[in-house]
T-cell receptor
Framework: GAVVSQHPSWVICKSGTSVKIECRSL??????MFWYRQFPKQSLMLMAT?????????EQGVEKDKFLINHASLTLSTLTVTSAHPEDSSFYICSARGTGQLTKYFGPGTRLTVT | AQTVTQSQPEMSVQEAETVTLSCTYD???????LFWYKQPPSRQMILVIR??????QNATENRFSVNFQKAAKSFSLKISDSQLGDTAMYFCAFMKPTVGNQFYFGTGTSLTVIP
């Protein structure tokens, strides 16, 4: 199956700083990438959808100026959490879908801890 | 909006036994796709099985099979010969094939396989 990687797998940052999370499709071209947030023992909450070369579409309630998403190439999307606060601490998961694909393939997730 | 309901927050099964996880959904669409994803303790989301709504035949993948009842809007997952590695959160997901192909996830069922 298709492989999606995320980096880093775990990051700790201080309140007020920014952190960038990368999502890469390793063996296919991801025309669409999705960013999710998951709280402990809860389901995945879609934050935004991005198409290569276009601006991301954010879900209602997600601050686009706080969660910056860039999908500059067919294999890479980045999520930057700006001016992080402790309440941003969570597990962030990306997924990717190629042209004509119906199935989403997920990355292994990134655990963000803001101190 | 579509809703996906998983009514069993937690389940357990003896190793080698069979277990069925339930999922119901609400939609007015006729053409859609259903998925079961597994999230083990590693947090990596793994596709288990996919069902196209236009197919009457239930999908199977080795020990995993579904019981798709379109009229009842039910999509249960049966795991046969349960193995310790099946211990995970299982999420049911609904997808309508439109622009964006957004997934709607259920709240998940935590399955524990007991040795």
């Amino acid at each position: 199956g298709a492989v999606v990687s995320q980096h880093p797998s775990w990051v700790i940052c201080k309140s007020g700083t920014s952190v960038k999370i990368e999502c890469r499709s390793l063996d296919f071209q991801a025309t669409t990438m999705f960013w999710y947030r998951q709280f402990p023992k809860q389901s995945l909450m879609l934050m935004a959808t991005s198409n290569e070369g276009s601006k991301a579409t954010y879900e209602q309630g997600v601050e686009k100026d706080k969660f910056l998403i860039n999908h500059a190439s067919l294999t890479l999307s980045t999520l930057t959490v700006t001016s992080a606060h402790p309440e941003d601490s969570s597990f962030y998961i990306c997924s990717a879908r190629g042209t004509g694909q119906l199935t989403k393939y997920f990355g292994p997730g990134t655990r963000l801890t803001v101190t | 909006a579509q809703t996906v309901t998983q009514s069993q927050p937690e389940m357990s099964v003896q190793e080698a036994e069979t277990v069925t996880l339930s999922c119901t959904y609400d939609t007015s669409e006729n053409n859609y796709y259903l998925f079961w994803y597994k999230q083990p303790p590693s947090r990596q989301m793994i596709l288990v099985i996919r069902q196209e709504a236009y197919k009457q035949q239930n999908a199977t993948e080795n020990r995993f099979s579904v019981n798709f009842q379109k009229a009842a809007k039910s999509f249960s997952l049966k795991i046969s010969d349960s193995q310790l590695g099946d211990t995970a959160m299982y999420f049911c997901a609904f997808m309508k094939p439109t622009v964006g192909n957004q997934f709607y996830f259920g709240t998940g069922t935590s399955l524990t396989v007991i040795p």
